[in-house]
């Protein structure tokens, strides 16, 4: 008996797998040729835009102020950046698909419960917008990477997109001043980061038909600690050394809100001098409780310091005073919440070798203590801008009359 061949509309079996397996080579031909091509020109792109980067003049813009000293000196770099790999992948995507760009959304999932170490009371943090709450949460949430002083901190992408608005390296310096300008007042035990020495990178990526950035916090040049601190483990020392003078300040506290309040300031006017030196640490805690020598700053942020502890409302306030000499200067003392209402405390003023030459009456050590505005607002003016490039603060309304 013949053997019978199978026939498909006429075409042998055999003739089919051949036509099959041409097919095949010729769509591997056919997509290997476009991935080729797409490679040479991504080459191309890229020598293009190295050239073009090379012939640019981009230089670095000094645009974020310094809280305190309210002049410019957190750069901002804006670095051109476009790898030979990343323009391949580019064409190679497009080639293989014309819908080639999809958003790729971050985890937006920001956590917010800060540790134990960390101010509770967030005013400042409330008034920002979205963006620099980001900024905000980016820094508080990566505090302990940073105490190293070389961290860098990619900041969430969504903050990135302001610069694709109109004026939108303006908006983010905004942001980014704000952010910090609302850190160094809800957080005094931030102290060791030298503002001076941050850098705010912007990495700008430029693609056939769109622009992308990505933004980081890092250090301008070695590190962003102050000069007084040299790594981690002398940030975590300097850290415990406060909390533990803290801990033996409070431990005996009891009774009322306002008690408590009392006790935390008399403790601060009869424990520090003033420091007209203007050493290392005259302007944070750590000169406040461990040195006992610091300015105005010190001892209003170790009041704050102490009173988060506590549980007590209290924010850090920054304005002009006017002294008994009828002197007005830069000063800073603190709002402090008791039974729903707002008060005053000046420590620095109250402070006896501050104000009279160490002889004081209990009365006038207490002259700027749980004020109201009626008194406190005759030789105090709050305000809320802090630098030139952030917003404007509001602080709470006092309550008119003293406290008791």
């Not at 995507?93 to 009371?121: C, H, I, M, P, R």
């Not at 310096?173 to 931030?190: G, H, V, Y």
């Not at 950035?213 to 102050?226: C, F, G, N, R, V």
């Not at 935390?264 to 000169?287: R, T």
Request: hydrophobic share 35%; aromatic share 12%.
């Amino acid at each position: 008996m013949k053997g019978k061949t199978s026939h498909l509309f006429g075409i042998t079996v055999s003739t089919l797998l051949i036509l099959i397996a041409l097919c095949a080579s010729l769509i591997f031909y056919m997509h290997t040729n476009t991935m080729d091509k797409a490679r040479r020109i991504a080459q191309t792109d890229y020598q293009k835009e190295n050239q073009r980067i090379n012939d640019a003049d981009i230089t670095d813009e000094n645009i974020i102020e310094d809280t305190n000293q309210n002049t410019d000196n957190v750069e901002v770099a804006e670095i051109e950046t476009q790898t030979l790999e990343d323009m391949i992948n580019y064409r190679m995507s497009l080639a293989e698909n014309a819908n080639v760009y999809s958003q790729n959304n971050e985890n937006q999932n920001v956590n917010t419960d800060y540790s134990k170490g960390f101010s509770k009371n967030r005013y400042f943090y409330s008034q920002l917008d979205d963006n620099a709450k980001r900024i905000y949460d980016a820094i508080m949430n990566n505090q302990e990477k940073m105490k190293s002083g070389t961290a860098t901190i990619k900041l969430d992408k969504n903050v990135s997109r302001v610069l694709q608005e109109r004026d939108g390296q303006t908006l983010l310096t905004q942001e980014f001043q704000s952010a910090w300008d609302a850190i160094s007042l809800d957080n005094p035990d931030l102290f060791y980061i030298d503002i001076a020495k941050v850098n705010l990178l912007i990495k700008k990526f430029s693609y056939v038909n769109r622009v992308e950035y990505e933004l980081y916090i890092a250090p301008q040049t070695d590190s962003y600690l102050k000069s007084n601190f040299a790594s981690k483990e002398e940030v975590d020392r300097a850290l415990s050394e406060i909390n533990y003078k803290m801990q033996t300040i409070i431990g005996s506290f009891t009774g009322s809100d306002y008690e408590k309040a009392l006790k935390v300031h008399d403790y601060l006017i009869n424990n520090m001098e003033y420091a007209a030196d203007n050493y290392d640490s005259c302007y944070d805690i750590y000169g406040a409780l461990i040195n006992g020598r610091g300015v105005c700053e010190a001892y209003a942020e170790a009041y704050k310091y102490i009173m988060d502890e506590l549980g007590i409302p209290c924010i850090l306030v920054c304005g002009n005073a006017t002294n008994d000499n009828q002197n007005t200067e830069n000063h800073e003392w603190n709002y402090v919440e008791l039974d729903g209402k707002w008060y005053a405390v000046d420590c620095t003023w109250d402070d006896p070798i501050v104000r009279g030459n160490g002889r004081l009456s209990e009365a006038d050590k207490h002259k700027f203590f749980m004020k109201g505005a009626v008194v406190f607002d005759e030789n105090h003016d709050a305000y809320g801008k802090l630098s030139s490039t952030g917003i404007e603060f509001l602080y709470t309304r006092l309550n008119y009359e003293n406290y008791k």
